[in-house]
Nanobody, 112 residues
Framework: QVQLVESGGGLVQPGGSLTLSCAASGFTFSTYTMSWYRQAPGKGREFVASISTFGGSLRYADSVKGRFTISRDNSKNTVYLQMNSLKPEDTAVYYC?????WGQGTQVTVSS
């Protein structure tokens, strides 16, 4: 079955950086667009970024454009989210999505 395992979250100060990883298994990773979503406390889950099968097409939410970078390594069945210039409003649980499945999420907290 589809398994998606996120890692890399944590506490970071405003202006700092984090890189999230999502290790996928149970499906042919290289044939699926992969996405990151996030859910802040008291809010709905929102789209953050997506990457097509071989990385030729990238999409970002307006709120993260220019600060976040999505990438993937099909040889490792892993998708990444490099997050720079983090803001307190980026605080959320970040989820990986692919092949119709969701990961368990990883907490990102941006606070001084």
């Amino acid at each position: 079955q589809v398994q998606l395992v996120e890692s890399g979250g944590g506490l970071v100060q405003p202006g700092g950086s984090l890189t999230l990883s999502c290790a996928a298994s149970g499906f042919t990773f290289s044939t699926y667009t992969m996405s990151w979503y996030r859910q802040a406390p008291g809010k709905g889950r929102e789209f953050v970024a997506s990457i097509s099968t071989f990385g030729g097409s990238l999409r970002y939410a307006d709120s993260v454009k220019g600060r976040f970078t999505i990438s993937r390594d099909n040889s490792k069945n892993t998708v990444y989210l490099q997050m720079n210039s983090l803001k307190p409003e980026d605080t959320a649980v970040y989820y990986c999505r692919g092949s119709g499945g969701w990961g368990q999420g990883t907490q990102v907290t941006v606070s001084s």
